[in-house]
């Protein structure tokens, strides 16, 4: 039971105009998500050496990229106020799995919390990641 991409992309909260920034892109990457983003934002994605203000940072995360918590602290740098951080992992019994709970420590020393997780395709697992908020202002 697959999921769609285009459903995947909806249930990211990615919106039509969203600029995204990818983080992380190798051809294991689940191509046809790539797509769909590009698809419904009609924007095609930056890369890292952007120096554009986000809305979404994706970031493809494998055991052995190396520091976490390091792409996380990253990511945040180019994300608008209100942006979030999708941070996509191989799903569990698949090459390269990162642990639920490597996933949460470096979060939590990122300064972010984790709000949901989602099955983006066959291969890959998303978490979304959003910055405390202290005052709870918008």
């Known amino acids: 039971m697959s999921q769609s991409p285009a459903g995947a992309v909806e249930r990211m909260g990615v919106r039509p105009g969203s600029i995204v920034m990818e983080i992380g892109y190798d051809d294991d990457c689940d ?3 790539r797509d769909a983003i ?3 934002t009609g924007e095609e994605m930056v890369d890292e050496d952007s120096d554009e203000v986000v809305d ?3 970031i493809w995360f494998r055991e052995g990229d190396g520091d976490l918590t390091d792409a996380l602290v990253d990511a ?3 994300l608008a106020d209100d942006g979030v ?3 996509m992992t ?3 019994g698949r090459a390269g799995y990162v642990e639920p709970s490597d996933v949460a420590e470096a979060a939590s020393v990122a300064g972010l919390s984790q709000t949901s997780i989602t099955t983006v395709s066959s ?3 998303g978490a979304r990641l959003v910055g405390r908020r202290s005052g709870g202002k918008r």
């Open 123 to 125: 291969e890959w697992s």
């Open 85 to 87: 951080i999708w941070l």
């Open 90 to 92: 191989p799903k569990r």
């Open 31 to 33: 191509e046809e998500l």
């Open 56 to 58: 979404v940072v994706l």
């Open 38 to 40: 590009v698809d419904y």
């Open 76 to 78: 945040i740098a180019p």
